[in-house]
């Protein structure tokens, strides 16, 4: 009894790894969330597919975990990387009472590392990745982790910058931030990488404040002390002295 | 004129996206250090190839930038991604007064991604990477992001945990954060992911501490608060409240 939980990458099958295509492939049920299952769908032909719309996380996981104990291989398809802000970690939870049931994370690339090729290479060193949602973490806790970020001059990359009714923290983000670099520092903003309308945007931090084209489906680079503008590209040293 | 920074993943051609791989595919010449150039080696029959031993980084910048300036199309190899301590910051930095050679940067699997995936799913929410190799940057800058990573609660990944000349530093991490986290806190290390070899032990906080398994190809994981132990799985809640 097996669930593969394969992260497909940010878009197309053009970030797809060969691990991750093999894993679908050899699935005999495929789940998850309906765009991602169509972001793959060449690849499950005549198999199952069992998908729910956004929100049913823990439905899709309780539905992965009926079909593997009737003895299917079950691909749980996730984008970006399974394992960061994925569908891993909650597959095990609710598989917990299961040990039976072998759960395997594939990886994929997530949109830390996706965008951040777009835009150059803004996370060549330390940096913290931070999601700004307060649907499952209190806000005060995002925001402590934001000023500690701050203050450990980490490059930041952040998920779930906005959504339609949570505007502001980005902007609350920015202002924490601004104690401890200025809004002269570099940053930039990916949207859709990978998919039709792929956006790669290099500007300041000023310029993230009451930003409307930043949403939901943007991931965000906030650059550190040391990041710069190199014709065009958003990079931060790793400190080679002899360069 | 164009030079693609390509990752290739943690090991063999499991990892390799088709874009990744298309890149090394079209390019007239490889550059890389030479392990990584040697794992690729079934993509460059009929190439150029050039290689250097470890730390000749600028040296093999230098080498594709010329390659380029002469007009031939150059992938310049790196193992995980090439945006995560990888070359594509320095290639950029190389060849700042060259503006008409285009860099791109390929995203790859880094470490953090294909660790946690063989250690379950430690990164699924908010988390920070950190460097202990202080041959680019101050200790104390280090152990300062040590301890803010510590004391916000994140997540922390830690690469080259250790060399032959350095191994104290990873003992003075856990020191640092066992006043923000108990010694029983869930951890994992992994090596060689993708490669012959491949490790990946989950164990406590503790254990880190003297261990003289964890090398420069190990790769750490430190839970947080609430990272648990799930059927032997290291695995950060996201916080789903009904699970």
Redesign the interface.
């Known amino acids: 009894m097996e669930i593969k ?1 394969v ?1 497909i ?1 940010p878009g197309g ?7 991750a295509k093999r894993a679908i492939e050899e699935s005999q049920v495929v789940v998850g969330y309906t765009l991602y299952v169509e972001l793959v769908a060449d690849l499950t032909e005549g198999k199952k597919i069992l998908s729910t719309p956004m929100k049913g ?2 439905q899709r996981c309780e539905m992965a975990l009926e079909e593997a104990l009737k003895g299917q291989k079950v691909a749980f398809v996730c984008s970006g ?6 569908m ?9 009472n299961h ?1 039976e049931v072998k ?8 949109a830390a ?2 965008g ?3 835009l ?12 700004l949602s307060d649907l ?2 209190p806000l005060d ?2 925001m ?2 934001v000023k ?2 701050g ?4 490059v930041i990359c952040l998920y779930n910058p906005k959504s339609k009714k949570r505007t502001e923290y980005l902007d609350m983000t920015v202002d924490i931030l601004s104690k401890y670099r200025p809004l002269t520092t570099p940053c930039g903003y990916v949207k859709h990488i990978g998919r039709e309308g792929e956006i790669s945007v290099v500007c300041t931090m000023q310029d993230l404040k009451n930003n409307s084209d930043i949403d939901m489906f943007t991931t965000v680079f906030i650059g550190n002390s040391t990041t710069e503008l ?2 065009g ?1 958003l ?9």
């Open positions: 939980v992260g990458g099958a053009d970030f797809l790894t060969p691990q996380e823990v990387d399974a394992g960061v802000y994925g891993a970690g909650i597959m095990n939870q609710v598989a917990k040990p759960i395997e994370t594939i990886s994929g690339i997530t590392c996706s951040a090729a777009l150059g290479a803004p996370l060549i060193h330390d940096f913290a990745i931070i999601s499952l973490t806790l995002i402590k982790r500690l970020a203050e450990g001059d980490f190199i014709n590209k990079v931060t040293p790793r400190g080679y002295k002899n360069v």
